[in-house]
T-cell receptor, first 116, second 117 residues
Framework: AQSVTQLGSHVSVSEGALVLLRCNYSSSVPPYLFWYVQYPNQGLQLLLK??????LVKGINGFEAEFKKSETSFHLTKPSAHMSDAAEYFC??????????????FGTGTLLAVQP | DSGVTQTPKHLITATGQRVTLRCSPR?????VYWYQQSLDQGLQFLIQ???????AKGNILERFSAQQFPDLHSELNLSSLELGDSALYFC????????????????FGPGTRLTVL
């Protein structure tokens, strides 16, 4: 069964500092991987996705993630945090076999706080 | 704005009652997914419909059911409600016919917050 593990339920950084949110996946086949962001009282917005094209994926708002098969990781980074980045971030995995369903399996989320 | 709409935005009801949540997918999207977000269970996949037919089931209780109509909108029915059913319910849509790159990209609605008292 596929799953993702997000290390750190809460991460706090200073404005301008590097953001690093960790995600490790478990999958018997190469998966599709995603990062979603959820702002307070809002739905989920896709930040970026890995679909086996390039291992370094660039997303919106300056975020990027690198797929590392050897480490089964898909960590999310941003060089310089902004106050508006404060939100909850979810890593998700989906089957990659062109099958009947592409349901998303989510991690437990990481709440990012940005200090002035 | 993702293009996915959900109504109502908030719903407060009592234990034992039945409610219906509605979702309209993005124009042209054939797949609709329902997810539940709660403090206890996190974000969980409930069920998927594709062009009117059930495609996959996740951790959906027997008290819950869903359907997708010919116009592709979907409804999630929750019955015999319990306190533990209080959660944010999200609908998402996608269209695998748009090609492999966007095959798994799901667009989420703003959610319906259900409170069971």
């Amino acid at each position: 069964a596929q799953s993702v593990t997000q290390l750190g339920s809460h991460v706090s950084v200073s404005e301008g500092a590097l953001v690093l949110l960790r995600c490790n996946y478990s999958s018997s086949v190469p998966p599709y991987l995603f990062w979603y962001v959820q702002y307070p009282n809002q739905g989920l917005q896709l930040l970026l996705k890995y679909t086996s094209a390039a291992t370094l994926v660039k997303g919106i708002n300056g975020f990027e993630a690198e797929f590392k098969k050897s480490e089964t990781s898909f960590h999310l980074t941003k060089p310089s945090a902004h106050m508006s980045d404060a939100a909850e971030y979810f890593c998700a995995v989906s089957p990659n076999y062109g099958g009947a369903t592409n349901k998303l399996i989510f991690g437990t989320g990481t709440l990012l706080a940005v200090q002035p | 704005d993702s293009g996915v709409t959900q109504t109502p935005k908030h719903l407060i009801t009592a234990t034992g009652q039945r409610v219906t949540l509605r979702c309209s997918p993005r124009s042209g999207d054939l797949s609709v997914y329902w997810y539940q977000q709660s403090l206890d269970q996190g974000l969980q996949f409930l069920i998927q419909y594709y062009n009117g037919e059930e495609r996959a089931k996740g951790n959906i209780l027997e008290r819950f059911s869903a359907q997708q109509f010919p116009d592709l909108h979907s409804e999630l029915n929750l019955s015999s409600l319990e306190l533990g059913d209080s959660a944010l319910y999200f609908c998402a849509s996608s269209n695998p016919e748009r090609g492999p790159i966007s095959y798994n990209e799901q667009f989420f609605g703003p959610g319906t917050r259900l409170t069971v008292l």
